[in-house]
């Protein structure tokens, strides 16, 4: 549920086709950790769009550019972020939602183009949906 990309695929590789063809990926909604890190437009746009970092003391206030902080910390690893990706069917669900979006993993990686998609409108909600307290209550509701 939520997991982060941590395999670069290995279509020719046996144990990697074994893997990819029982695994799921459950996706809620727009979960931000499951596109990481080789969606870039999500490190490098919908993140630093989510919302203000910063901490408030008294007439101090710290705030962090996010944008410019990812850039210069990620910048030069795009290729290398690039190269993970998921493992198996991904399965999209969301709060409401009576059914479940499924997406098989395809070497051409077209499976991406979904999971790519960045909202409209961008907020703390990126990481309030990764919640493993979301994740069952929103299976639970599915029907059988």
Same mark, same amino acid.
């Given at each position: ?58 007439? =101090? ?6 944008? &410019? ?22 399965? *999209? =669900?969301? &709060? ?16 991406? &183009? ?11 909600? =990126? *990481? ?9 209550? =929103?299976?639970? &509701?599915?029907?059988?």
């Amino acid at each position: 549920f939520g997991a982060p990309q941590v395999v670069v695929p290995d279509h020719s590789n046996t144990l990697w086709r074994r893997l990819n063809d029982i695994t799921t990926l459950f996706v809620n909604s727009y979960d931000v950790v499951p596109r990481l890190p080789s969606c870039l437009d999500w490190v490098f746009e919908a993140i630093p769009r989510c919302g203000d970092l910063g901490k408030s003391f008294g007439p =101090i206030q710290v705030r962090v550019d996010l944008a &410019e902080t990812l850039q210069r910390k990620l910048g030069h690893q795009r290729q290398a972020m690039c190269d993970y990706d998921t493992v198996g069917t991904l399965a *999209f =669900i969301g &709060e409401g939602s009576r059914c479940v979006r499924r997406v098989l993993h395809a070497e051409d990686e077209s499976h991406r &183009e979904l999971l790519g998609e960045v909202p409209t409108k961008v907020g703390g909600f =990126i *990481f309030e949906q990764h919640a493993i307290a979301g994740y069952v209550a =929103i299976i639970a &509701e599915l029907p059988p």
